[in-house]
């Protein structure tokens, strides 16, 4: 009889604890077991096991669900940590790191077995007839139940004399592979010199900054073909894959084999057969997105990270853990080097960059070409059309007779409730905060989202008293349709999230773009690493609608988006020509642009978010109250600034709300990293005694700040 402390599969913080359990079977810690807690039966992971009883009372196991563990030892120290770092429960952490067919209670995703045959017992009493038919076969068993008894008549009767057996395997499904040619070319001696910085550096992490077009995708594949030739795993992590088909053909023309591709539009079958690829170590290369950062790794050599910058690598529900932080700490347990690249740099990366706690790897120069020359389209001088300006539409013009391609990239983000002077383009800001307000139509009221603060509107321009106010509204179908009547021969297609909704549609439609496309229109996906050497123009419209600061990050998003945007022309031999349509042309973040100069950008930027006291200047979190009744809401979280006492937080302040909930926010400030994490622990117990119905909810690094 062993006593073994199990992790019950329930999410709340309050049983963020282990529960120990009498068990007769052999078990082994990072199996799952079933257990009776309380008047249910729950699903629950085993954390340790102990001979000697701690308490007199114990209820046995009610049944051992796995021989071999699912977690292994590292993975549990990983989950455990990031349930201390991100203020989570583990077990929340434990069913995120597995594949939704292998979550403790996986009665929905099921794995499909399927059928195959292989050879059974030898000397078998045979006729002539059934030997030739075995004899056709066995040099390529084992093989699909299906096929053979497509191609023997005579499986049935082999199989009842056991001359041929049956098994069970999980199913295979295929994938389609449309295989891509690869290419090799000389590398230019910047990229030399990267690969050599990082393969010979005795650093850990890496910050590969190169510009759009620099060949940052070569140096990774050149690096990680080092790291699988020492016989090593390779994690190769990608923003939302969808956006990325480009990026999987490059790996697969390079590596061919030994693959696992891992990301959100797999079924549940699909993930969990990559799942076992590796951890059975049959691939040595995991593509994937956010969570194949939790794949079961036995010798990991090197961890890519592309795009670092992405939004994506933070998960928005529990546990809301940041990818990099995972990376770092596979990276410490497995002694590998991490690169982190992208050609613009999330603030953090590049403040740590600067301080040397990465080394800063660069990439100057463009493979082919010079950088794209971007003009800056001052709509408030400039006629348009549509939302149009004059020049960006005679450069489509030129480009379609040319028989090249242009992207345009209708700006969407954040872009409605922001309240802009048609007449003077001031845009109403909060006084405290510097932020931009946001127009709340059902009440006519301004509001700051940072403090909280709410403003009269008197529909008056403070500045120069104009009644006039913009009206920043145009969605992709509307554009769509502005362009067909501007160029009715020009094939034109649209890419955004309706027009993306169904599997593999996004690679479907960059692939009609590739062959066919004249124009390709859409939101912040066109943004994102498309390489098509014959795109000579980019149009950016609504370019400001993401710099109003209605939230401490939204220059540095909008300098990312505009530079990866115009990073999409000009990659080949054709000179690439960019149209940024804005009423700011010398905004900050405009001119860095213009200048594809990121290290002004950062500068600058860092300049105001030391003086607004915000990352990486400071630790954030935000806490959110969410109940029906926002008075309820509101009241909790004036008492938790209360606890709060000597910590400085923002708010609370009401924002939209959830499944018909009100949503209240508190934002957390703290200069020490280990002293927030404290405080948001105490402020979790100090919840818990309240034995209130209002739910607090924790995001610990916000990546922005929710509305
Ligand atoms: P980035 O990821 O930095 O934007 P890519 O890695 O996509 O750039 O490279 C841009 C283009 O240049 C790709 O089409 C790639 O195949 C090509 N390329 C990369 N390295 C070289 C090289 N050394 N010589 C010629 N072409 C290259
Ligand atoms: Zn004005
Ligand atoms: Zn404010």
Redesign the pocket.
Known sequence: MSYIDVYVEHNTLKLNSVFTYSCREDVLPGCRVKVSFGSQELIGFVAKIDVIPKTSSIKEVLEVIDKEPLINQELFELASYISKRYVCSVISVLKTMLPPALKPSSSRARVIYEDWIDLGKENVDLTIKQKKALESIQDRLPMKASLVRKEITLTKVLLEKGALQIFKKVKHTESIEDTVQD?S????SE?IQAIETIDSGNERTYLLH??????????FLQLAQKVLDQGKQVLFLVPEIGLTPMMIQ?VKARFKTGIALYHSSLNAQEKYEQYLSVKENRVSIVVGTRSSVFMPFSKLGLILMDEEHDGSYKQDSMPRYHTRDVVLARARYHNCKVVL?S?TPSLDSYARAYKNVYRLVE?KQR??QDMPSIHLVDMKKESSKHGLSESLIQAIQRCLDHKEQAILLLNRRGYLPVVKCAQCQNVLSCPDCGLALSYHKNQDLLMCHCCGRVFHFDHTCPQCHSHDFFQLSMGTEKLEEHLHTLFPEANILRMDADSTRKKNAHAAILKEFETKGDILLGTQMVAKGL?F?RVTVVGILQADASLARVDYQSAETAYAMLEQAS?RCG??VLEGHVYIQTFEPDHYVMQSVLHHDYSSFFFKEMKYRHLGQYPPYVYLCTVIYTHFNEQKAMEVANEAKLFLKDAKVLGPISISMRQKKKRVRLVLKCKDENQLNFMVWSLVEHHLKLRTPVKQDINMYPVGLEE
């Open positions: 290419t070319f000389a590398l230019t990229q190169g510009v759009t077009g620099s060949g940052k995708t070569e140096v490059r690249s050609a990439l493979i082919h390489d050497e990073g990659r080949n």
